[in-house]
């Protein structure tokens, strides 16, 4: 595994790679209207942008049904300034914003009810990292990257292998995940992402002043995060839940192959069909093809 | 050997890369007056012209075969691994470790490997667990006992590099075996050889000793540092581990980092069971209690065991009390990705790239880098079979050794195939 590369960058200029929620069936039951939510966002990337003339703000799109990149600042057709307006404000974020989400829409299909309604948090966190890591290959000079995820959808359990992958990718980079979630509930994933990578997570109280939030913490260089007074991760959940019951338990009995988690003593593993107590024989062979589906 | 030249100069390049940052600005003929031979970054084609060699295609060539022989073995045989591992690391400190083949010694650059070994051992297999043995004047020692804390090992390691004396390598399995057995039998056990010497002192019957290793389903692989040896093959083909023998320094690093992630262990070695795990919670800010691990009182930042209540200082760990084993979920997440694996990326033939049917993506789906060399020639690129998205080399790597998830893939809710 290529290591870490060597830290020679300068000390506060920073590379925000954002992660927008642009679940429809999220926002069309949020207090805040997603057109005020644009509006409070592309005025913290601006904001972003003057801090420091060297910062690159990268933005992609999460949507329910695709993940793409909506703007990169680095990127040449960026750098004019039309008429003196700021360049996150043309025209071109904007317009690449709804073409994405009008291919999203296009890419639904029916899905059945009582499923939880969660965008692809997990394809947008492994592009973001897929571009930090080539930031990182660009030379000994380049901004401290971060990621910033602004989620507002629930978490969907089927990606949460995927999530931790990322997480784990992204604390041997040591790239911090900041979260800032305006959903309803508690967001288990981003708060173990951001207490596990060293980055700050935040649930906002009054969504109306979401501008000032995002500019009093998540608007820092990383390097000045240390004289700062940022909101503490204060009672993350690290308890587990259970495979049958998905309730959180803490004590289980965890499966020695597949490390699956029960809460009560089985006979057999439901995921990968091992007897336990006893060795292995050839009847287990015959749930061998049980044991090669579960592949996320 | 063009290969061997190239490999020494990395070899001993870790002070070389300041030089030649400084000197990068440097004439052509000036660069001659430095270390650089450049008749050695010459290749022939098949029509006998010379060209450049490709560094980047080179190494991702050689990326790719071992990517390809490591998924093959692990389809060959049954596709589970070995999740939690009893490791014995078995360092070799007679007089051959303290031969200068290897910059400075040899046992030095063994210790600095191992280090980075063990972190990186306890990174992929959190709830695994470690020891260390030497073999000195013939004798086989425990340095520390099977533990999961990656520090103690290390720190135990790095006070005791005297070498003298032969060694012995039927002792070390002797010993080994007596500890392995002692394991409970859900867990897969291992011992890796660190092997300096050409020769070995028994007292008996090593013939015997490999018998009793098969017999106690014990994985045995080896690690030359000298040259190979019959008798560590013969060990390794017995007990269904791997033996190498090192070339020099980066290869030898790249030996010992191939034993990190869990080999695909064959499922009658361990049998499955339950095992019973505790997830402790935060203890709350402020409060105080006695640590049972340092034994004094602590404030804050620790863990309550949910059966006994007493406090520990890190995960993952065996409560001292009660004998349980904590963990937080984390920790078991940290080894699903070798559960649940993402196919290799195959390549693209350079063929169908220039196919106008065939509708070429501009940019790496992954980082958004251009995929067209200057002059609009399509470099090289891989494809992912599932979501058919193409990537470019450097994610190709990054993909498959540090992120283990496909962007493509993760990023459509309806796959192309389908599938959901």
């Keep these: ?296 | 050997m063009n290969n061997g030249g190239a490999r020494r100069m990395n070899g001993g390049g870790e002070e070389d890369d300041d030089e030649d940052y400084v000197n990068g600005d440097l004439d052509a003929w000036e660069r001659t007056y430095t270390d650089e031979r450049s008749w050695e970054s010459l290749q022939e084609d098949e029509s006998g012209l010379l060209r450049p060699i490709d560094n980047k295609a080179l190494y991702h060539s050689q990326y790719r075969r071992r990517l390809r022989s490591l998924s093959s073995t692990a389809t060959a045989a049954r596709i589970q691994k070995g999740l939690i591992r009893y490791l014995y690391l078995v360092i070799d400190l007679s007089r051959a470790a303290s031969e200068t083949d290897f910059r400075p010694s040899r046992i030095v650059v063994i210790a600095k490997h191992v280090e980075a070994f063990i972190r990186e051992f306890f990174d992929q297999n959190p709830l695994s667990q470690v020891g260390l043995l030497t073999i000195k004047d013939g004798v086989a020692q425990c340095l520390t006992d099977l533990g999961g804390s990656p520090e103690s090992h290390i720190k135990a390691l790095m006070n005791k590099l005297e070498c003298s004396g032969d060694s012995s390598l039927q002792n070390a399995l002797d010993l080994v075996d007596g500890y392995l057995n002692q394991i409970p039998s859900y867990g897969h056990r291992e011992v890796l050889i660190l092997y300096a010497a050409l020769s070995t002192c028994d007292p008996g019957d090593i013939m015997e000793t490999i018998q009793k290793c098969k017999k106690s389903k014990i994985r045995c692989s080896v690690i030359g540092l000298a040259a190979e040896m019959f008798i560590c093959k013969h060990l390794c083909q017995e007990t269904g581990g791997t033996y190498s023998v090192a070339l020099d320094e980066s290869h030898f690093k790249e030996l010992i980092l191939e034993h990190a992630p869990p080999p695909p262990a064959i499922a009658e070695f361990a049998t499955a069971n339950l095992i019973k795990m505790g997830f402790p919670q935060r203890a709350a800010e402020g409060s105080i209690s006695i640590c049972s691990c340092h034994k004094e009182a602590k404030v804050g930042a620790g863990y309550t065991c949910p059966r006994c209540k007493a406090r520990v200082c890190e995960l993952p760990t065996e409560c001292r009390i009660c004998g349980l084993t904590l963990v937080s979920s984390p920790h078991l997440a940290r080894s699903y990705h070798h559960l649940f694996p993402i196919a290799p990326f195959d390549e693209v033939p350079p063929f169908s790239l220039n196919d106008p049917n065939h509708k070429l993506q501009r940019n790496c789906f992954g980082c958004q880098q251009s995929l067209l060399n200057p002059g609009n020639k399509p470099g090289l690129l891989v494809v992912c079979p599932k979501c058919k998205g193409y990537f470019c080399l450097d994610c190709d790597i990054y993909i498959h050794e540090s992120l283990h998830n496909c962007p493509g893939c993760d990023s459509f809710r309806h796959s192309k195939a389908d599938k959901e």
């Design chain 1, 1 to 296: 595994m290529a290591s870490a590369p060597s830290k020679l960058y300068a000390d506060d200029v920073s590379l925000v790679v954002v992660l927008v929620d642009t679940n429809p069936f999220f926002w069309s039951a949020s207090s805040l209207s997603f057109s005020q939510f644009l509006s409070h966002v592309l005025a913290f990337l601006n904001a972003i942008l003057t801090l420091n003339q060297l910062n690159q703000v990268v933005v992609i799109a999460t949507g329910y049904n695709s993940c793409n990149y909506i703007f990169d600042s680095s990127s040449d057709l960026n750098q004019s300034f039309e008429n003196g307006r700021m360049p996150v404000m043309c025209s071109s974020l904007l317009q690449k914003l709804e073409e994405f989400l009008i291919k999203d829409e296009q890419l639904s299909k029916e899905v059945p009810e009582g499923r939880i309604k969660s965008s692809l948090l997990s394809g947008s966190l492994s592009m973001a990292l897929c571009y930090i890591q080539r930031v990182f290959r660009s030379g000994a000079l380049h901004p401290h990257p971060r990621i910033l995820c602004l989620q507002g959808s629930p978490d969907g359990p089927e990606q949460y292998v995927a999530i931790m992958n990322a997480i784990f990718s992204a604390q041997r980079s040591m790239v911090p995940i900041d979260s800032c979630y305006m959903g309803a509930q508690n967001s288990a994933f981003l708060q173990q992402a951001s207490y596990i990578t060293g980055g700050v997570h935040h649930k906002p109280q009054h969504l109306d002043g979401l501008f000032q939030y995002l500019m009093t913490i998540f608007a820092t260089d990383l390097h000045s995060r240390s004289f700062l007074h940022l909101p503490k991760p204060v009672g993350v959940d690290f308890r587990a839940s259970c495979f049958c019951h998905k309730n959180t338990i803490d004590m289980g009995y965890i499966c020695s192959v597949c490390l699956s988690i029960f809460c009560k003593h089985h006979k057999k593993c439901s995921t990968c069909g091992s007897v336990f107590g006893q060795a292995q024989s050839e009847a287990a062979s015959t749930s061998d093809k049980k044991r090669k589906t579960p592949e996320t």
